[in-house]
């Protein structure tokens, strides 16, 4: 009996033991989809959070945590400690060295989404991923006072189209019970989907978060005839007193740790500039052992889903001993039950190995929109990689090793002993 003829004899086996086998392939698919979607979704945000902005030499907002301030001024998540003055951001701005400015004031949303306070420079000198301009899908920057540019994924999931009117709300909540309903926006723009949480956001002018926050006093909205209209609004002087942070480009790389130095100790107000790329490392470094806890969680759940595959074979080997005992009957040596029961185990391992490659395909296809919807964090995409192969080819030899221990026991009984009938 050669191997190759096995291979009928382990599918009817299987078959005649499918409760088992489904059971079985169930487990470590489950586990493999677990310890894969840790990586991708690991993977994914990473590469997200590197791609949001590029071409960045300093991130300037009150002194704080640098994590803190990356986290709120790029990727819209929290809030700033206290702003920054608009004197001191013009000082700033106006210095030999600085190519650019873009200044940002958070603080508002519309339906649960970022308002971001800023000025044309955004548009002009804002970049992502590989130094990829931002681009309009429709329309045009704002241009007025009362005009507004949104994000891809804003007009995806409100239907938005120019011309649309915009309600800008106070505060940052899904639901808020101070609105700016008397100075309506209107959609003049829709920015080409980037990947980033500009596509979660709602742009305006500087002038306009000032505009929309005039009469108001201790957060609370303006009423009766404190309540002012457009064109009283558009006659007042809207210059900034502060923004949250702003965004810097030097002329010369070389010049950025010297610039660096000197905004963190300028005398004026306390400030902190950071460099996108060392605080994202910062960043990492933080959430790497809630990444290392969680691999390991996940590598552990393979194991013992084979180790489930491995006593599932070494407990039915009781029931199949008249079973291997025939087949040596009919021919088959010892060395042909050990590479049946090992080919056993290798088919429920790449069935449980293929089965949880596209569960968490599926989890990622489906999951990945709502994550981006509540978080504005992107997990990746679906998709195949070589470590998913990897991780595959790590599962089936990894159960055709453990499955050797049962085969070896089928593999040293002999042939009297499964037609011994015991009592």
Same mark, same amino acid.
């Given at each position: ?6 291979? $009928?004899?382990?599918?009817? @086996? ?5 409760? #088992? /086998? ?58 700033? #400690? ?13 210095? $030999? ?30 970049? #992502? ?5 931002? /681009? ?18 804003? &007009? ?8 649309? +009117?915009?309600?800008?709300? !106070? ?7 101070? %609105? !700016? ?19 979660? @956001?709602? !742009?305006?002018?500087?002038? /306009? ?10 957060? &609370? ?30 002329? %010369? ?37 809630? +990444? ?36 040596? %009957? ?19 391992? &790449? ?15 489906? /999951? ?16 195949? #990689? ?38």
């Amino acid at each position: 009996m050669s191997v190759l003829t096995l291979l $009928p004899i382990v599918f009817r @086996s299987l078959l005649n033991r499918r409760v #088992t /086998a489904f059971l079985t392939v169930l487990s470590i698919a489950i586990s493999v989809t677990l310890f894969l979607g840790v990586e991708k979704i690991r993977a994914g945000a990473q590469a997200g959070f590197a791609s949001t902005v590029s071409d960045t030499d300093l991130i300037v907002g009150a002194r704080s945590g640098a994590i803190n301030l990356l986290l709120y001024s790029v990727f819209r998540i929290g809030d700033a #400690t206290n702003n920054v003055t608009w004197d001191t951001y013009q000082q700033i701005a106006a210095r $030999p060295d600085v190519a650019w400015a873009i200044p940002i004031s958070l603080g508002d949303s519309h339906r649960g989404y970022r308002v971001v306070g800023t000025t044309s420079a955004y548009f002009e000198h804002y970049r #992502t991923g590989d130094r990829l301009p931002l /681009a309009m899908e429709a329309g045009q920057p704002f241009e007025n006072l009362f005009e507004a540019v949104i994000g891809a994924d804003v &007009a995806e999931a409100l239907s938005y189209t120019i011309g649309q +009117e915009v309600i800008i709300a !106070h505060g940052i909540g899904a639901v808020s019970f101070a %609105s !700016h309903d008397n100075l309506p926006f209107r959609v003049v723009g829709i920015l080409k989907r980037t990947g980033t949480p500009v596509d979660r @956001s709602v !742009h305006v002018s500087l002038a /306009a978060i000032e505009a929309i926050h005039e009469g108001w006093g201790g957060g &609370a909205a303006p009423r009766g005839r404190d309540r002012l209209s457009a064109s009283e609004v558009e006659a007042l002087d809207l210059e900034p007193q502060s923004i949250t942070a702003f965004l810097l480009g030097l002329k %010369s790389r070389i010049a950025v740790l010297r610039a660096q130095r000197e905004i963190n100790a300028y005398r004026q107000e306390p400030l902190l500039a950071i460099i996108p790329g060392v605080a994202l490392t910062q960043l990492w470094d933080v959430v790497s052992v809630a +990444e290392t806890a969680l691999s390991g969680i996940a590598a552990f759940v393979i194991l013992t889903g084979l180790f489930g595959l491995m006593t599932n074979i070494l407990t039915s080997l009781n029931e199949r001993r008249r079973e291997m005992a025939i087949l040596r %009957s009919v021919g088959a040596s010892a060395l042909h039950v050990f590479v049946l029961l090992v080919s056993e185990a290798v088919l429920l391992a &790449a069935a449980g190995a293929v089965l949880g490659l596209v569960l968490v395909q599926l989890v990622i296809f489906v /999951a990945a929109p709502l994550v981006v919807e509540a978080t504005g964090v992107h997990i990746g995409q679906a998709g195949v #990689t070589f470590f998913d192969l990897k991780t595959m080819g790590g599962v089936i030899l990894l159960g055709g090793i453990l499955a050797a221990l049962p085969a070896w026991r089928a593999y040293r009984q002999s042939l009297a002993d499964g037609l011994t009938v015991r009592l």
